[in-house]
Every structure is written in C-alpha cells, then in structure tokens.
C-alpha cells in the first residue's frame, strides 16, 4: 500500500536539516511511502537536488512562502501565516493528498491551525495528543499531554475512546486495558473531574481497569495499555518525567566524570552505558499525534535530531497503514448512534 | 535547645522493626533530641529495654493499644481508632509536650487525624503537604503534593506563603524564588486555576518567579526554591517522578545483568554505580511535612527502613530547631492583619 505524508519541512528548532535527511532516510527504508517537503522551494531544491531524482514519484516539494516562529502566537500564526510550511503541509492532508503530516513546529501554532483547517471528527469536542511512553513492561499510550486544560469527564471519555481505538490499531490489542490517572487506587480519591470521568468509563465498552498513579506511566505494579488525564496534568507528569531522566543521566555521568579511577571504570563500563542508554532513549519515543481531528497530524519534539525525526515520520507511517483515523471516526460514529438509540428508546 | 519529638512507633509497613533502630539512631547522633516513642508498651518495651536505660531521660514509652492499618479508611480511623499509636503522638504535640511528630503511618488517616486534633492556623484553610525533591541545582521544595484536590487560586496563594516561610526557615533563604506549576511559561498557558492563581502571586510579597513546568522539579533550565501546584497536580508529578527513576534503574540493572562481560564491567564499575545511586537516593530526601496545622506533623513513605525513617526524624528536627511552625503562624497573621488594613482602607 502506498502512503503519503506531507512533512513541515522547515518546522522545529533545527529546520531542513533535521527534517530532510530524516525523510530520505524514511524513503530509503519504506519503499511505499512518498513524502512531500512542504517549505521555501529556493532553500529545499538545492538540498534535494539529488534525491529528487534518486527517489523520482516517490519525493516532491511543495513550496511555501512563509514559516511559523517557534515561540509565535498560535492566534498570529493562524491569521498572518496563511502560507506557512506548516499550514500547507496540514492542507494536503485536508484535500486528501497527504495521509498525514508530520511537523517538529510549535505546538500550539500546529495545534490551532490543524484543528481549523481539519475540523473535528463529529462527536468529538476537543482534540487531544497522545504519545507513546517507554514503560518496563514495554510501553504505555498517554493522552491527553497538553492539548487540552479544564477538560470534562465527557471530554476525558472521548479521549479513552479514542486512543483505545490508536492502541488496538496500532499494537493489535483486541482489548487495551484503559486506566485513569490519579492520586490513589481508591474510589475515593481524587477530583470532581476524575470521579465523573470514572463513572463514564465503568459505563463504556471500554475495558477500563480502574485509577492508576503517576508512576504507572513508566512503571507501575502492572502494566496499562491506555492512561487518559486531562492535558495539564498530563502534560506536567510528562515534563516531570523528562526532569527526572535528566537529573538521573546528570548524576550519572557526573559519577563516572568524578576522578581517574572512575573515568577508568566508565571507559570499560562503555558499551553497557551506552546500550542501556539506547534502551531507555527518548529519540525512539518521539512524535505525538493529535487526535479528535478529520485528518492525522503527528507532532515532532521541536528540539528532535535526525533519528529522533525519523521515528515520527515512522509513527505516522505506522498509524496510516492501520487506518488509526477511519477506525477512531468509524468507532466514534457507532457510540454517537448507540448513544442517540438510548436516547431514544428513553424517549418511547 | 532541647527538641521533643513523638514518634508513631507502630505506622509504616515494618512499625517498630524500623522506627525504633533508626530512633535510636537519632538519638546517638543528636544530644538535644528527646523521642517519646508511641505504641503498644509491650511490644516497645522489650525492644528499648536497653536504650531506655541508656538514653534515661531522653527516650521514653507512651503506651497506644490501637494501630491504623495502612489501608483503613481515614474516617473510620478517626472515629474508631482514638488510641492509636498516630492519634496519641500527634495528642503529644496539641499537648505541647511534643515539639513535633513523626509518622510513617497510612497518610490519609494522618492528615485527618492531623487536622482534627490540631487545627488550622487562622487564615488558613487547607493543610499542604510540602516535601524537598532532588535536583540538578542541590533541591527545590514543593507543595502541595497531595492533601488537597480541586484547590482555588487562593488556596494556592497560601502554600506558597506557608512553603516560602518553611524555605526561609530551613535553608536560611533571604527571599526564596517561588514558581507556580503549569504547562508552559507563556502567560496565555494553563488552566483557570493557576492563571488565577498567578493573580493572586504577583501581587503577594513573595519573590514569584512565574510558571514553571513540570521539569523544574527536578531539572529545569534554572533553580527554583519552592515550587506551587494543586495537590492532585503535585502528587501525579511526584509519582511520575517515582516511576520514571524505577524504570531507568531497572534499565540500568538489566544493561549490566545481560551477559558476562557486561556483569564484569559493573563489578569494575560497581563503586560508581553505587556513589551515583546514592546521591540521587529517595531515602535520603524522605518525609514530607503537613502545613497549615497548629501543630508540626511528619509523615515517612510507609515503606521507609531505617535510613529512609532517620531522614525523616531528622527533618522534623530541623523544622523544630528552626522554628519553622512559629515563623509560618507570625506571617500567615501579619498578612491577615495587612488584608484586613487593605480591607479597612477601601471602606474610608
């Protein structure tokens, strides 16, 4: 099956030279997926120049005039920016060119423009992002980390529908188990918005196995395929997370930096650092994908490298070939008219 | 000076297997500390036969015939468990013969028990739990991590006039930077909360910094002294935090666990492993103080040893000997009295 993605050529801290060698990189591993290099055709010609031709059908540019800063407003860039890499890479997935699009730009730029040019899949009230975290039983899906504040327990439970629906696309799980981020496993802990939310999903069709704690986003008593918390305390257990694994690696490099002997000691212990590093390296794990919206868009980390954005364009590949947008819009229509039934047998 | 400290002798997942030895630790290693440790007498009996011979007029039994399960519901602990090993040490300090208490008992039944014997300082409304998180720039102090959920923009402001004082007090901090947790640093970030609550700091006395997000707890771009959020924010914080340092040791360990050589190497490498392992170890940043109460209480971890349970002793003669209960009391009334001039003010 062929797939094409339209990528934000010019998006992220590092621009064309991050996000082009990661694409040829891509076209050189899946020989299905096209790519389209959305930015400033004077800047990506001459970086492409050979590959144009080395990967013919398969490679094109679309030129775009402008670029969305990474610190500008998401409100200036949706008005001022109408031509920006971003913007256009969205509007070949709007017009059915692109699969999807995969951008390392600003968020909440990406964010607002994504949702106006996509619009919302029916039924579904906000967008919200979802990612991928490596745990020790493997890995969990988390949603939502940041698209969304102050969000409802209708809210929380659309999310649950639709990253259970990305975890059974995406890992082949007939039934993810979906847990719910908060303080404590009783039924009494927690907010308003957490007990809601928990009635909503012991209701669904969900597998819903309950409040599970920060800790089982890496590494919980059990594993859980699904956590969904509301974006900002989402967002900020992913930040916390980050500071940890970054205080943790300060530490320890500062161990082994400390004096002759343990610099001795860190030059044996080489490759067992370095594969233990490669276990747990966040570049594998990057890329988030926007959910709720009529089209997919995946967000890189802005900071990303070349590998870093090769497993996003590689996320997006792999949410395309399992149809992740037509099996989350399928599902949510089938609750919408499950729900409408009940109503209406209520109204009998 | 001499201290006085009660100690729920019997709370925790190991009672006394763990508190008494670290006690007397304690003990031995501080000539002004006096420790009254509260449990069943005669169980504690035997075990401090020797020491109370030894430490005579320092160590004493008071004798609790009621234990709090770790896992019994707060309410019913407090109406059914009115001699309890927790309930009758922090008795000690509504008494004032105790200067503060030490539990590593089920937190919940703590907090409530906490808040019924000793009260609220007036002004206060809610209890906070404050506790000191490693980081790449020493430590950062924050709070709440867990007493409240649904806290208002006001209640934020009081944690962090209380947390601020506690700071001044224990790190000798002229004027410690206070920082409010969100999802971003731009002004347009966050929830209704916290941009509320943001109101509410710039206009306070403290030296508020702005937001921070959740990487700040442990390694954010720059030092934060005490850092704000809800108690459901900051405990899932705290626990993310927990999960991800699990995973990557477990990481760590599998790396030299793999083969021969990779276990030669952590023998040749063991002596900085273990330096690294100890100075980002949880033991040694243990316990966690309640504030807002008119009275000092410390809680452990529940599954603390001896280390982990001397950490939190010694906290708790820290906050005493720095008479920090005193110094959050002074300025909670100086800023009601200035509200109350403001108030008078408007009304002329």
Avoid at 79 to 93: E, G
Avoid at 190 to 217: F, R, T
Avoid at 331 to 339: F, G, P, S, T, W
Wanted: proline letters at 3%.
């Amino acid at each position: 099956m062929i797939l094409t993605l339209s990528i934000d050529a010019m998006g992220g801290d590092f621009g064309p030279v991050v996000t082009v060698p990661a694409a040829l990189e891509c076209l050189n591993k899946n020989p299905q997926l096209r790519l389209i290099l959305v930015g400033d055709e004077a800047v990506l010609q001459p970086l492409l120049a050979q590959a144009l031709v080395e990967f013919a059908d398969r490679l094109s540019i679309q030129h775009a005039s402008q670029c969305v800063a990474m610190d500008e407003s998401p409100s200036k860039a949706l008005k001022n920016k109408k031509d920006s890499s971003m913007r256009v890479a969205i509007n070949l997935v709007r017009d059915g060119i692109a699969d999807a699009c995969v951008s390392a730009g600003n968020t909440g730029a990406l964010m607002a423009t994504a949702r106006f040019v996509l619009k919302m899949i029916p039924g579904i009230d906000r967008p919200a992002i979802i990612s991928t975290l490596p745990s020790i039983y493997g890995h969990t899906h988390a949603l939502d980390l940041g698209g969304n504040v102050d969000s409802s327990a209708e809210h929380l439970l659309q999310f649950a529908i639709m990253g259970a629906e990305l975890v059974k696309a995406v890992d082949g799980k007939e039934n993810p188990t979906v847990g719910l981020l908060n303080i404590g496993q009783e039924d009494v802990k927690g907010n308003e918005q957490v007990k809601a939310a928990a009635k909503l999903l012991e209701k669904s069709h969900l597998n819903y196995i309950g409040y599970v704690e920060g800790d089982y986003l890496n590494a919980g008593s059990h594993a859980v395929d699904l956590i969904v918390a509301d974006g900002f305390v989402g967002n900020v257990a992913l930040k916390s997370i980050e500071g940890a694994a970054k205080m943790i690696g300060t530490s320890l490099k500062a161990a082994f930096n400390k004096n002759l002997f343990t610099r001795l000691a860190g030059l044996i212990a080489y490759p067992v650092l370095k594969s233990f590093k490669s276990s747990i390296d966040p570049r594998l794990y990057n890329g988030a994908s926007f959910l709720g919206l009529r089209g997919l868009v995946i967000k890189s980390h802005g900071g990303a490298d070349v590998l870093a954005f090769v497993t996003a364009i590689q996320l997006a590949e792999a949410e395309v070939s399992h149809n992740v947008l037509q099996k989350i819009a399928a599902q949510v229509e089938l609750i919408l008219k499950q729900r409408q039934g009940e109503w209406e047998h209520t109204q009998e």
